[in-house]
């Protein structure tokens, strides 16, 4: 009985301490420059363990801020407390603990200004981070897309939201989305992509460095044209292609990178070797690193009918046979740049009947052979049709 009596007394006596242990700043917010915490953090218990542990923990949360510039300790504290020295040595040794916890020294600073009649004596943590100019933008986007900066939280993609370097987009369920990036270049998100911005820079010359990871699904981009020097790489596991070109279209699936230089050059590298497209070529980087020769893309069908006008729900969209399709894409939209509302059907014939997902309205099409490995050829004509 005595022995579960000090149990429960134990128990309720250290619950507190295993909480403080576990978070001594109980709560931390990093809100417009200055660091906000649940504990107060005050001259008379600078040396307190549970302060002490939290400025520690200040301190290396600060170190993995890739983008700090300047950590300044303020000490508000009435005149009198100014004048003896003691705020001072107070900020002085929070200053210290940040650095012990890996706060570069030249970066910290402790100032202490005047308390006035209603303040609260506290030491305050401000910080600065370097501002980082977007390197991203959303033109367009339809369905579900999200994204998030570099280890927050996804929040939804609306036009006009700006990305730094980090952010990832996640395309899950969602229809189409178009990222204009800041040297001019366009990246197509297609459905079920999930894409990073690794790097965005550019030196004094304008020599331009793009480094995109593609973790899952595909996209399309169309490089803008920069100085000698430049690349523009999209990297997806240990493959990873540099590109250059007005449309070159890359999916990854089951660790395959396929790359597809519809209109541009590509120089496509995996463990074993690098193989360059010429336009008009294809490739697949397999998942054991071998870079397969690059192959003709399949020559693009002739649509025969409707080639425009109204159509009913008998109406059958043909095209031309393409030697060496075993299969083809058509995709839909309610736009030509095929943005607004697109699906897609695939078809193993040359006649397919209009999805009953077109509703009333008007729609653009197109059509891509697909061969025997999944690599997609040069597209038809836009079409379209009302129905």
């Known amino acids: 009985m005595m022995r579960r009596a000090l149990w429960v007394a134990c128990l309720v006596a250290c619950l507190p301490a295993a909480a403080a242990a576990e978070d001594p700043c109980k709560g931390v917010e990093y809100k417009q420059g200055k660091v906000i915490t649940g504990l107060v953090l005050a001259v008379a218990t600078v040396d307190k363990p549970q302060q002490v542990a939290c400025v520690d923990q200040l301190g290396k949360q600060l170190t993995a801020r890739k983008h700090l510039t300047a950590v300044t300790v303020t000490v508000r504290v009435p005149d009198k407390q100014r004048l003896d020295g003691s705020a001072l040595a107070a900020g002085k040794k929070v200053g210290a603990a940040l650095q012990a916890a890996g706060v570069p020294a030249v970066r910290v600073s402790v100032v202490v200004p005047r308390a006035e009649a209603d303040e609260p004596s506290i030491i305050q943590v401000l910080y600065v981070d370097r501002a980082l100019r977007p390197v991203a933008r959303v033109d367009a986007v339809h369905g579900n897309a999200t994204w998030a900066e570099e280890g927050g939280a996804q929040q939804p993609a609306k036009v006009g939201d700006t990305m730094e370097p980090g952010a990832i987009f996640r395309m899950k369920g969602a229809d189409s989305l178009k990222l204009a990036l800041a040297d001019g270049s366009v990246v197509m998100l297609e459905p079920d992509a999930i894409l ?7 030196n004094t010359e304008k020599v331009r460095k793009a480094e995109l990871e593609l973790i899952q699904g595909g996209l399309t981009v169309n490089v803008k044209p920069q100085p000698t020097g430049s690349t523009f790489k999209v990297v997806a596991g240990e493959s990873s292609a540099t590109v250059d070109g007005a449309l070159i279209r890359l999916r990854r699936k089951e660790g395959v990178l396929v790359v597809e230089a519809a209109k541009g050059t590509a120089v496509v590298g995996g463990k074993t070797g690098s193989q360059p497209l010429a336009e008009g070529q294809a490739t697949r ?11 003709a893309l399949l020559p693009a069908p002739r649509v025969t009918a409707p080639l425009q006008g109204e159509i009913t729900k008998d109406t059958t969209l043909n095209f031309s046979a393409v030697e060496g399709a075993t299969v083809y894409r058509l995709e839909f939209a309610e736009d030509a740049a095929f943005l607004k509302n697109p699906f897609v ?16 309205g008007k729609y653009f099409w197109r059509v891509f052979p697909v061969d025997k490995d999944g690599l997609w050829g040069q597209a038809s004509r836009i079409h379209a049709f009302t129905r």
């Open 196 to 202: 990073r911005l690794a790097v965005l820079e550019a």
């Open 285 to 295: 980087a397999l998942a054991d690193g071998t870079v397969e020769a690059a192959r």
């Open 345 to 360: 059907v695939t078809d193993k014939t040359t006649s397919a009947r209009v999805p009953a997902k077109a509703k009333k």
